[in-house]
């Protein structure tokens, strides 16, 4: 019984249901002078200058890839593309691979923009409050979309660090479940799902509009 319970959320990842969300539970850990004031840094500039794709048919074609596999969670087509536009260009600030902020958004929340764990980690990417005090400003929202995805990314992108690219122990601190497989393994169950390869071939019909 106890495995099977275990292996729950894993069977509901592959069968495309939702699990229920992992809720982020980071760790406060003290932070050295220098790299308090790079994350600041990298939270404050809240405003994008513009896209993150590299041309106009990059972009057509992972919108295209990844919105009807978001539809059943967002229904709203153009909240929709808002939300995939702002975690291709938060990902890619941050230096990672959209399609793993994707998997990681599916495990800890479910896309759910308001949900709130039990240990009070907030919005789709869970993140913690204690951040705000740490790296923000007393005004920010974890729930407003683009907040919420900056702060999560930037601490990936932190715990990445740290752990010099070993994604299985930055995922680990970023669930505040490091040393369990569990985690790291329903996220990177939950990336693949949302891989894909480019195919677009020119003059192909665009769309969505990026």
């Known amino acids: 019984m106890r495995r099977l319970t275990a292996l729950l959320p894993v069977a509901l990842l592959a069968l495309g249901l939702p699990a229920l969300a992992w809720a982020g539970a980071q760790q406060y850990e003290p932070l050295s002078a220098s ?32 919105s009807p596999r978001l539809a059943k969670r967002i229904p709203n087509q153009e909240y929709r593309l808002e939300l995939l536009r702002a975690i291709h260009y938060e990902a890619t600030r941050a230096g990672l691979d959209p399609q793993l902020v994707l998997g990681l958004i599916q495990v800890e929340s479910g896309f759910r923009k308001y949900a709130v764990s039990s240990v009070g980690a907030r919005g789709y990417m869970q993140v913690m409050p204690f951040w705000i005090k740490v790296i923000g400003q007393p005004t920010d929202n974890l729930f407003h979309m683009r907040t919420n995805l900056r702060y999560g990314c930037t601490i990936l992108r932190h715990y990445l660090d740290i752990e ?47």
């Open 35 to 66: 790299v308090q004031a790079a994350l600041s840094g990298a939270i404050a500039d809240k405003k994008p200058p513009g896209s993150s794709f590299k041309d106009y048919a990059e972009a057509v074609e992972w919108l295209s890839a990844m």
């Open 164 to 210: 010099k690219g070993d994604l299985f122990r930055a995922l680990g601190r970023y669930n505040g479940s490091l040393g369990k497989a569990e985690y790291p393994n329903l996220v990177r169950g939950a990336w693949n799902q949302w891989r894909y390869e480019r195919q677009l071939a020119m003059g192909q019909p665009a769309s969505p509009k990026p």
